[in-house]
């Protein structure tokens, strides 16, 4: 299996493909004006406890404050209230917890006023961004990502990742981290590291213990609130999300952006940099790798498949319903069970690429074309799970229900990938092309044509609508 990542470049924003075999699995995009990502550290102010939601609201600096529940809060949370007071008021100089005093910790069925007070200053990391007219959702339980760790400030356990099934690479990367683990941090081991040595988990651990040192000092006077910690920039996380040594190619159209990916690939796997190039054509990138087409069929309320089927997808303010629908398929089968088990073996394939496509979350309601035979619905539920394997978010499949419809949750940590291509028409009824897809549309084609040596820039003239116009020539250098 081919597996690539293609970066485009274009203005303040850059886009991310992961294709599998030339098909889009995975799209991002980063921009440069996102303040709160998941994985930045603030240090913020505690406004309000609310005794009926067992949760607090906190001043992050964002237009509507952050969200903290107490199951958030970790159990350590008063060893870091206290931690984080004696390295603001300069009292604490050494940032290693080796010999640091752990508070108790707190009950797991407590009240969130027993712990924490209005107007305290708490240190917290972003656990979803804000989405729709909610604010940021945080915890106080911190956490250093890395390549193949995740350290935890303030704990002692280390856990490995249950994709990992070898009870043998268990036990030899729990004993090996508790060899080289420094003390008051825990360590999750991830997927990733299964069959490394210790000198690149050693490397990594040591990377995220400099990251907590770098907070740290950070902290000494800081204001509240504010940003004490990047999450690294989205084109890093991914690549450290996803890169492993099945990648086939890394290609971006920005060449200092193909030096940072090159850079970075050098760290974590130095073998693979040769992956990493920079693409140089008159043909848009995203156009040349086919993605701009998948991105159209792909994101409408109807989802084409394979052999006529197609898949109807809608979104209310509570769930998403998925419905499967053989279509116009012909008949080869020699029975209709059979048909509706092919048909749903494909929608299971489909519907799980389209969960990381559009980064859908929450609770999904899948309407499989009904089947009689238990066997196949045990195999339709089996073949959806093992589909669903590759997803990062978290995630939870229920067996098919007596009327055969498979319900199942997924994490929502960022806004929905949802593009839309037409809204309401201001000037009368009906839906007409959105500006910012006028605008893709456009840059996209200026890319193309302004590479054709025969185009004279300066004869060249774009008749747009009014609200092209404005967006077109906002900003101090307009586009």
């Known amino acids: 299996m081919n597996k690539e990542i293609i970066i485009r470049s274009i203005n303040s924003a850059v886009d991310f493909a992961l294709l599998h075999d030339g098909k889009l699995i995975e799209l991002h995009k980063e921009k440069d004006n996102s303040k709160f990502n998941v994985g930045d550290i603030f240090i913020a102010k505690i406004k309000k406890t609310i005794t009926g939601l067992n949760a607090a609201f906190l001043n992050v600096g964002y237009e509507k404050d952050a969200f903290l529940h107490y199951h958030d809060l970790g159990p350590r949370v008063k060893s870091l209230i206290k931690f984080t007071n004696l390295v603001q008021e300069g009292k604490l100089k050494n940032f290693s917890l080796a ?42 339980e911190l956490s250093f990502a890395g390549r193949f760790l995740v350290l935890i400030p303030f704990s002692n356990r280390i856990s490995v990742s249950q994709k990992i099934r070898s009870n043998e690479e268990k036990k030899r990367l729990k004993t090996l981290i508790n060899e080289i683990k420094p003390k008051g941090f825990g360590v999750i081991v991830r997927t990733v590291a299964q069959g490394k040595k210790t000198a690149e988990l050693k490397t ?71 992956v990493v190039k920079y693409y140089k054509s008159d043909t848009p990138i995203f156009e040349h790798f086919k993605i701009e087409r998948q991105i159209k069929t792909a994101f ?103 009327i055969g419809l498979i319900q199942m949750t997924r994490q929502r940590v960022r806004p929905e990938m949802n593009i839309s291509t037409k809204e309401d028409n201001p000037n009368g009824i009906g839906k007409i092309e959105a500006p910012i897809v006028v605008i893709d549309k456009i840059e996209n084609s200026l890319e ?19 609200f092209v116009a404005a967006y077109l020539n906002k900003g101090l250098i307009s586009i």
């Not at 200092?256 to 940099?273: N, R």
């Open 204 to 274: 990594d651990l040591q990377n995220l213990k400099k990251q907590w040192i770098s907070l740290c000092k950070k902290m000494i006077g800081a204001k509240t609130p504010s940003l004490m910690l990047n999450e690294l920039n989205r084109t890093s996380s991914i690549l450290r999300d996803l890169f492993d040594d099945s990648f086939t190619g890394v290609y971006s159209n920005n060449k200092d952006l193909c030096y940072e990916v090159k850079d970075y690939i050098k760290q974590i796997a130095p073998k693979k940099k040769s």
């Open 300 to 402: 409408g309320r109807t989802v084409s498949m394979s052999k006529g089927a197609y898949l109807i997808i809608e979104h209310t303010e509570a769930l998403h319903v998925i419905d499967v629908n053989s279509g116009n398929r012909s008949n080869k089968s020699s029975n209709q069970e059979e048909t509706a088990l092919e048909v749903n073996l494909i929608a299971a394939t489909e519907i799980a690429r389209q969960l990381r496509l559009r980064d859908m979350g929450g609770i999904i309601v899948i309407d499989f074309i009904d089947m009689t035979v238990a066997e196949n619905r045990r195999k339709l539920f089996n073949h959806f799970k093992t589909e669903m394997e590759s997803d990062r978010a978290k995630h939870k499949v229920l067996p098919p229900s007596k």
């Open 448 to 466: 193309k044509i302004l590479k054709n040596s025969y185009v004279s820039k300066s004869k060249l003239k774009l008749h747009v609508h009014p």
């Open 99 to 140: 010999k640091f005093n752990l508070e108790k910790e707190i009950d797991k069925k407590g009240t969130i006023e027993n712990v924490i007070k209005p107007n305290q200053t708490l240190l917290v990391q972003i656990i979803k961004e804000p989405i729709s007219t909610k604010g940021p959702r945080i915890s106080s």
